[in-house]
């Protein structure tokens, strides 16, 4: 989908949900697309982006940013503990915070360079087994260990619904989620659901940009 596109119909389910004065962050999911490709959205101004991987962020990025200038740029895949060094200093927000583990580590690693990138914890809203994510139950433990315990700067919540189960209850699961623990910003819809997404309350939306329509947009 094209990016004039995707910025029309987020226009439009502001609108119809009575969100006109919400800023919504659409990420352009940049990940295995063609540099030609990236380099024309950035042409068009654009200049929020999210990746999956963090060494294949690392083999682009940095050239893109000289030439191009500051993005903003997000992890949206899973972290490992060992790529934490390198992701805190190539990315701005990390969308996958989902363990205890992978929170101590963004801590201790905090504290030795002193900064830390936005953080969202990922919820695993239909508590699936094997599947990334913090259990619904275990939020709120996480997000003491997180935000109280260890200062991390927590300013919302992610969720990727089941891929067999229709995903607007589990976007009405994770904003009410968000609602209770006050955090501003709710991460969820992709390409084929963000207008539903931000008509529940969504304020980051990951959609893949193309420069031009694509045969789904006619």
Known sequence: MSLEKILSKVEIAKEEAGRLKDEINVIAVSKVQPLARIKKVLEQGHRVFGENRVQESLEKWPK???EY???ELHLVGALQTNKVKEAMKLFNVIHSI??????????NESQKIGFCPELFIQVNTGNENQKAGVIIDEVDYILELAKVKNSLP?????CLPPINDSPLNHFKILYEIAKKHELPRVSMGMSNDFVDAIKLGATDVSCLLY???SPRDS
């Open 211 to 213: 420069t031009s329509p």
């Open 69 to 71: 200038g500051e993005v």
């Open 154 to 158: 927590i300013v919302g919540l992610m």
């Open 98 to 107: 989902d363990r205890e583990k992978l929170i101590l580590k963004i801590s």
């Open 64 to 66: 893109l940013i000289n």
